[in-house]
């Protein structure tokens, strides 16, 4: 079945620094991805729409600046946490879907952990 | 403001009972209804999808939608310990992908 895989699925790094978080389409291509946040015992918040080809979404209140999205193929999304602070430690989910064909179904990636110290 | 919203429990239900699990939401566009499980520190996991009115059955689990009530359930029967867990569920526009989701409720059977 489709598949979507994250990684790294755990990654601490030091305040200031930037991370990046690879999303991957394992056997289908996918035109759209999307990402999510979830803080512990939350639920999970969009967080922007990443676009083949073209420039992301972001759902309001997400700085694009700092949560840089680059969906270079059909089968991979990346996104980068550019000086990261404590504040963005949290749970990072991608999701994808194969389309009408599989009737929309949506895949989510294992996700990743990010820690900031 | 487009909502979905649950009950956040926790919920207990005895092993082998039938669990009871409620979401209603507030855009009435809406045409994709979602319920995914998600055990701690884990990704969410889909159990079932609805987009028609009335009762979906797959297993164990049965989703019912009620769009004139704005209203989606997931029945769990002869419930399990693995089936311990938060249950989010999610809406969106048919044929768009993009999920708002719920703020899950959770889910424990007491063996």
């Known amino acids: 079945g489709a598949v979507v895989s994250q990684h790294p699925s755990r990654v601490i790094c030091k305040s200031g620094t930037s991370v990046k978080i690879e999303c991957r389409s394992l056997?289908?291509?996918?035109?759209?991805m999307f990402w999510y946040r979830q803080f512990p015992k939350k639920s999970l918040m969009l967080m922007a729409t990443?676009?083949?080809?073209?420039?992301?979404?972001?759902e309001q209140g997400v700085e694009k600046d700092k949560f840089l999205i680059n969906h270079a193929s059909l089968t991979l999304s990346t996104l980068t946490v550019t000086s990261a602070h404590p504040e963005d430690s949290s749970f990072y989910i991608c999701?994808?879907?194969?389309?009408?064909?599989?009737?929309?179904?949506?895949?989510f990636g294992e996700g990743s952990w990010l820690t900031v110290v | 403001q487009k909502e979905v919203e649950q009950n956040s429990g926790p919920l207990s239900v005895p092993e082998g009972a039938i669990a009871s699990l409620n979401c209603t939401y507030s855009?009435?566009?809406?045409?994709?209804f979602f319920w995914y499980r998600q055990y701690s520190g884990k990704s969410p996991e889909l159990i079932m999808s609805?987009?028609?009115?009335g009762d979906k059955e797959d297993g164990r689990f049965t989703a019912q939608l009620n769009k004139a009530s704005q209203y989606v359930s997931l029945l769990i029967r002869d419930s399990q310990p693995s089936d311990s867990a938060t249950y989010l569920c999610?809406?969106?526009?048919?044929?768009?992908?993009?999920?708002?989701f719920g703020t899950g409720t959770r889910l424990t059977i007491i063996p």
């Open positions: 999701s994808a879907s194969p389309g009408v064909t599989s009737g929309n179904t949506i895949y």
């Open positions: 056997d289908f291509q996918a035109t759209t």
């Open positions: 990443s676009n083949e080809g073209s420039k992301a979404t972001y």
């Open positions: 855009d009435r566009v809406s045409q994709s």
């Open positions: 609805i987009y028609s009115n």
């Open positions: 999610a809406v969106a526009l048919f044929g768009n992908e993009k999920l708002t």
